[in-house]
């Protein structure tokens, strides 16, 4: 099965906090793929109270923003961009009051672990030479994957995303792209720093300098179909707050607020 089904169907427990377990009703998360990771831990963390586990599912944020779009039932969305919750603010599809961007992340060039190489990322370094005449770069699709299109930007400020765009190997979300890598099935991909330093199976040639690319930031909010969701909102409120952040810290997200 590939590593986007994966996502796509990924559910784990993630207890909530201070509602009585019999007293829910499960909580629908749509997550951006990169968050995977981090959500599992958070499961962890709040298992031994004994609330109910809501139904997490994972998947790039274009598609997740698209299904809740197309009435499916989240009760939260995790986006990793602002564009696809601007989308869903501006169908009145979230609760704007409940919108908040507590995280972020950077940018990373990486190679499969058994060809380490350190690049310096900056305008005009070649990395078309670097993939040499076969070698692709794996990317999640700038279409519509908002890694892939960090990555677009981040390779116009180089001045290689001309020459690079028919090499890239465009995945269905970040880390399709990552297992591209770990797989030796791409010479270099560029994924968030938080998927680099969770795989062993890559190396981090370089991290994009903050300024090559718009600032990579997580927008969490209730859907409108939850307005008065009450395991929803401590939900998010704990995701958002004091008690996650040192989750968020440890696997190398950035809080912005």
């Known amino acids: 099965m590939g590593q986007g089904r994966i996502l796509r169907r990924a559910a784990f427990a993630v207890p909530l906090l201070g509602l009585p377990a019999r007293a829910q009703s499960p909580v629908t998360v749509f997550a951006a793929a990169s968050l995977a990771d981090a959500l599992r831990l958070l499961a962890a963390e709040w298992a031994a109270r004994g609330h109910a586990a809501p139904r997490v599912s994972l998947a790039a944020s274009s598609t997740l923003a698209r299904q809740i779009e197309q009435g499916a039932g989240a009760d939260l969305f995790l986006s990793a961009d602002e564009a696809w919750m601007d989308h869903l603010q501006r169908r009145s599809l979230i609760l704007p009051e409940t919108r908040r961007s507590p995280i972020g992340n950077a940018l990373a060039l990486v190679t499969p672990a058994d060809q380490p190489r350190p690049v310096a990322l900056a305008p005009g370094t070649d990395l078309l030479a670097l993939l040499g005449p ?50 030796g099935e791409a010479s270099l991909g560029i994924v968030y720093a938080t998927d680099a330093a969770a795989s062993a199976r890559v190396a981090v040639a370089g991290l994009f300098p903050p300024g090559s690319h718009p600032p990579i930031t997580y927008p969490f909010a209730l859907t409108r179909r939850s307005e008065a969701n009450a395991a929803a909102r401590a939900f998010l409120d704990f995701l958002a707050g004091a008690d996650a952040a040192p989750i968020w810290r440890r696997l190398g997200f950035s809080l912005t607020e």
Do not use: S, T
Request: glycine share 8%; no cysteine; proline share 6%.
């Open 134 to 183: 076969r070698g692709r770069l794996a990317v999640g699709d700038p279409a519509h994957v908002p890694a892939g299109r960090y990555a677009r930007a981040a390779l116009e400020w180089m001045g290689q995303w001309a020459a690079l765009a028919p090499r890239l190997a465009r995945a269905e979300n970040v880390r399709a792209a990552l297992l591209l890598v770990e797989r």
